[in-house]
């Protein structure tokens, strides 16, 4: 079954607001009021609405303009054939989401389950918390294929963030746990404030001041996270058996960490 597939019937003039256009809802999808700029319009009036099926919903072609993608997914998948705006899978807590694309700002803020593929980058804010709240991603995965915009992580309060990619200003500030991996650059700032929780980095480089080098360790914590996690284990290396650990934020008497591991997953 192929489920709803939602094609564009031209460019969008404004930003269109996808909050509550989830797999499941293909009865009547057509009719659905949705926020289109400074107005509300129909969906059909945007997309021709095609396919039939509750468990997948397809986004054929994608757009930076298209806002809210996901938001609320408890169950069935979602695919962008694309790119996808601001507020990717907020509050999703269970389900998948495929983006071919790129995200906008807010990607996964306080998801708390379910899996966030992006094949390319992720704007500001990935995992974090939204305006107004304290709390940031608490459980589920992200993966990011690319890189990612300034403070992602931050305020995570569990799950497992990989960013394949660069990591902006401040990733994983105020982290109070799960599990970040970076396999590029740090801007600078990561970690600040951290209360708890891992970083896997490839290099110290752009941790916050507020982190120690705690010389190399055998962890056993490291075959356990590999046979437990898919995403860390393509991450890591199955043959993950040593890491450089440093211990913060100190600053914030912090008992976070991050575990420097080379591509191979040996030092």
Wanted: proline fraction near 2%; hydrophobic fraction near 40%.
């Amino acid at each position: 079954m192929t489920g709803v597939i939602l094609t564009a019937r031209g460019d969008f003039e404004a930003r269109v607001d996808l909050t509550g256009v989830l797999p499941g809802a293909d009865g009547g999808l057509a009719k659905r009021a949705i926020p289109y700029g400074g107005r509300v319009v129909e969906l059909g009036e945007l997309f021709d609405v095609s396919g039939s099926g509750a468990e997948r919903l397809t986004i054929e072609g994608g757009d930076a303009r298209l806002d809210g993608v996901g938001a609320g997914l408890s169950e069935g998948e979602i695919v962008v054939r694309g790119d996808v705006g601001a507020r990717l899978g907020h509050k999703m807590s269970g389900g998948m989401i495929s983006v071919k694309g790129s995200a906008g700002a807010y990607a996964a803020s306080e998801m708390s389950g379910g899996k966030i593929a992006i094949g390319g980058d992720a704007g500001e804010r990935l995992g974090a918390a939204a305006d107004g709240s304290r709390r940031g991603m608490s459980g589920g995965v992200v993966i990011l294929g690319g890189s990612a915009g300034a403070r992602s992580a931050e305020r995570l309060r569990g799950g497992v963030v990989v960013i394949e990619g660069d990591a902006g200003e401040g990733a994983a500030s105020d982290l109070i746990a799960g599990t970040v991996a970076v396999g590029g650059r740090l801007a600078g700032g990561a970690g600040r404030g951290m209360k708890r929780g891992t970083l896997f980095l490839r290099s110290p480089e752009g941790l916050s001041g507020g982190f120690r080098d705690a010389g190399e360790h055998d962890l056993v914590l490291l075959r356990v996270l590999v046979r437990r996690s898919a995403e860390l284990a393509a991450f890591l290396g199955p043959d993950i058996t040593r890491a450089h650990r440093f211990a913060g934020d100190l600053y914030a008497g912090g008992k976070g960490e991050a575990l420097v591991v080379a591509p191979s997953g040996r030092m």
